[in-house]
């Protein structure tokens, strides 16, 4: 059975830092795109970030230069790296893996002074 969990949410300042992790298990991700998500109260949940087996990524624009996906084959984990965060990054973030289109459970992430 193919399970994402995440974690490294929680509450940060407005300017701070968080680095969230997505674990994989039941298949390895080596050979798929993995992918950052997020969903504000209300809103629909949008892609945040993605990076292909190659290691290349793409982002959202509102995320760009502020934000870093990241691999680790080895572990299965995928990281989202986020700085200079702002009250508008407010969400759950989800990891999927693109492969079996399967989702983990969400991390909340509240930026608030």
């Known amino acids: 059975q193919v399970q994402l969990v995440e974690s490294g949410g929680g509450l940060v300042q407005p300017g701070g830092s968080l680095r969230l992790s997505c674990a994989a298990s039941?298949?390895?991700?080596?050979?798929?795109?993995m992918g950052w998500y997020r969903q504000a109260p209300g809103e629909q949940r949008d892609l945040v970030a993605f990076i292909n087996p190659d290691y290349t990524t793409n982002y959202a624009d509102s995320v760009k230069g502020r934000f870093t996906i990241s691999r680790d084959n080895a572990k299965n984990t995928v990281y989202l790296q986020m700085n200079r965060l702002e009250p508008e990054d407010t969400a759950v973030y989800y990891c999927?893996?693109?492969?079996?289109?399967?989702w983990g459970q969400g991390t909340l992430v509240t930026v608030s002074s």
């Open positions: 999927r893996r693109f492969d079996f289109n399967a």
């Open positions: 039941g298949s390895g991700i080596r050979a798929t795109t």
